[in-house]
């Protein structure tokens, strides 16, 4: 089974409020590498490449794995667990 196909498996419950975010999008706007776009296992993060630099967040396809607060090499991820009641909901068997 492809990464794709267990994606699909995936299911998120949304409480209409992202738990991701960015701490300061001047660090980046100055940031080259945007890492936070290659080390997340579910492409939450993307960046255009003909924008600002600040990523857009696909915060309902998140795993909650928590990669993305160690892969930014400026410490500029915002991270917290959804609400009580929301996030990811993994299927068994
Ligand atoms: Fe991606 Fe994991 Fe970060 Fe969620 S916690 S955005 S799945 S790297």
Known sequence: MSI???LYTVKYRDTGESHLGVENPDVCADCTTNECTSVCPAAVWTVDPDGDGVPSI???NCLECGTCRYGC???NVEWSYPKTGGGVVFKQG
């Open 73 to 75: 090499p400026y410490d």
């Open 58 to 60: 696909a915060y309902e």
């Open 4 to 6: 794709e196909d267990r």
